[in-house]
């Protein structure tokens, strides 16, 4: 765009797009490293009362069971659990997925909680460790 259609623009009262609206448009965003050693992720989807999906099977508190376990075990710092949305695996859900680990777990139960934070403990950072025992 020229510098002489930039100022007509203006003149008539109207904001012209330039580089520098560009610039500050994405300058609110920021980037930093993920401060978590491994995420584990559990759908929570929910979808009409006659339809298949990981809240009716119970996810919402198989998330609630991880994150107090993990908060029990003082990881909270290097182990996040987050709720997601449809892993469209909906029919095999209860579903849980862990990174970096890339690990997928179907069909969980409040059963397989422990087995889980066992799996997602170990390879942690020194920082974050001691492993403990399952309970
Ligand atoms: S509702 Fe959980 S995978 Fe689709």
Known sequence: MSEGCRSSSVDR???VRTTNDDQRATNHMERERVPYQKIIFVCVNTREPHETCCAHRGSEAIAASLKAR???LGLSRAVRVSKSGCQDLCAKGPNVMVFPDDVWYHG????????????TVRGLQPA????????
């Open 70 to 72: 993990v908060k029990a």
């Open 108 to 119: 969980v139960t409040h059963e397989d909680v422990e087995r889980i934070i066992q799996d």
């Open 128 to 135: 974050a460790s001691p492993v403990p025992p399952p309970v």
């Open 13 to 15: 009262g109207e904001h």
